[in-house]
Each structure stands twice: as structure tokens, then as C-alpha cells.
């Protein structure tokens, strides 16, 4: 089992920023994929951003780029979403998800993930 905490949300106003981190702990896996995920009132979860481990490579929704970074730090376990220029549609419960035996590039649908937080709150007001 592998259990995912995630902090960092909050509120902010428009055009602020917000770092939210992913722990994991439990079980390892030699090649795998941390993502973020959000889903907003009434709306289907959403991936946001993802990152492999062996490869670092890092993956993007086109609604963040270049306003989200996602990194990792393996020693500590850690994933974080660095959020810059924060717009009011990026309201959203923010999730952290694995999956543990990644294949090719990281899934953007959330059946493609094994592991999930509990989510954190991020507010942005106009």
C-alpha cells in the first residue's frame, strides 16, 4: 500500500501563487509516475501535471502550462506543484495520485492511477 498526504492549499488572490506538496510513504516501485489531479464543484477530476521517476520527465495540461512546475525529490518521497499566476478557474480540490507501473508516458485519465491523497483545497479569488 502506498499512502499519499498533500499539503499547501489555500486561498489566494489572482495572480498569486501557491506550492502544494505530496508526500508519499509505503511500498517503493522501481518505475513509476507521480501526477496531480484536480476536480472543481459539479466538474470530472482533471489531470493537471505529471512526473516520472526514472526519466524526470515532466507532463502538462495546456490550461498550466507555463504558470504550473512539478517536481520531485525521491530522497524525501516528494512531489510539489509549484503555482504561479493563479487564475479563479484554477479553483479546485487538488489531488495527488501514483501509478505504480508506469508504461510509456504517465496516463491523463484517473483510472490510470493506483494511489490517491485526500485532496487540498486550493481557492483563487478575483
Known amino acids: 500500500q502506498v499512502q499519499l498526504v498533500e499539503s499547501g492549499g489555500g486561498l489566494v488572490q489572482a495572480g498569486g501563487s501557491l506550492r502544494l506538496s505530496c508526500v508519499a510513504s509505503?511500498?517503493?516501485?522501481?518505475?513509476?509516475?507521480m501526477a496531480w489531479f484536480r476536480q472543481a464543484p459539479g466538474k470530472e477530476r482533471e489531470f493537471v501535471s505529471a512526473?516520472?521517476?526514472?526519466?524526470?520527465?515532466?507532463y502538462y495540461a495546456d490550461s498550466v502550462k507555463g504558470r504550473f512546475t512539478i517536481s520531485g525529490d525521491n530522497a524525501k518521497r516528494t512531489v510539489y506543484l509549484q503555482m504561479n499566476s493563479l487564475k479563479p478557474e484554477d479553483t479546485a480540490v487538488y489531488y495527488c495520485?501514483?501509478?505504480?507501473?508506469?508504461?510509456?508516458?504517465?496516463?491523463?485519465?484517473?483510472?490510470?492511477?493506483?494511489?490517491w491523497g485526500q485532496g487540498t483545497q486550493v481557492t483563487v479569488s478575483s
Open positions: 509505503g511500498r517503493t516501485f522501481s518505475n513509476y509516475a
Open positions: 495520485a501514483v501509478d505504480k507501473g508506469l508504461v510509456g508516458i504517465p496516463g491523463i485519465t484517473p483510472t490510470t492511477y493506483d494511489y
Open positions: 512526473i516520472t521517476r526514472n526519466a524526470r520527465s515532466t
